[in-house]
Nanobody, 116 residues
Framework: QVQLAESGGGSVQEGGSLRLSCRAS????????LGWYRQAPGKERELVAS???????NYADSVKGRFTISRENARNTWYLQMNSLKPEDTAVYYC??????????WGQGTQVTVSS
């Protein structure tokens, strides 16, 4: 089995920064696409950022210029750097990965709360 685990969530004031981490573990796996989703109360789950192993990235319009997705060369760890945080960024954030989309593996989620 492959398991994903997030870390780095917490509470921060508007304008602050957080870095989320995702680590995958298992006896054998290969991820070609890595990503981050978020879900706010009463809202649909939203793709925040994704990265192909080639280095190509995609971002939601609402986070462009503020969030950056990156990965370790081993492809078992990836990050979401979040700067200039806004109250509307408050959500549960999930990391995800797979050989291709749709993603096959998901973390349990980590809460990010931004206060004004």
């Amino acid at each position: 089995q492959v398991q994903l685990a997030e870390s780095g969530g917490g509470s921060v004031q508007e304008g602050g920064s957080l870095r989320l981490s995702c680590r995958a573990s298992g006896s054998k796996f290969s991820f070609n696409v890595l990503g981050w989703y978020r879900q706010a109360p009463g809202k649909e789950r939203e793709l925040v950022a994704s990265m192909h192993v080639s280095g190509h990235t995609n971002y939601a319009d609402s986070v462009k210029g503020r969030f950056t997705i990156s990965r370790e060369n081993a492809r078992n760890t990836w990050y979401l750097q979040m700067n200039s945080l806004k109250p509307e960024d408050t959500a549960v954030y999930y990391c995800a990965g797979g050989l291709r989309t749709p993603f096959s593996y998901w973390g349990q989620g980590t809460q990010v709360t931004v206060s004004s």
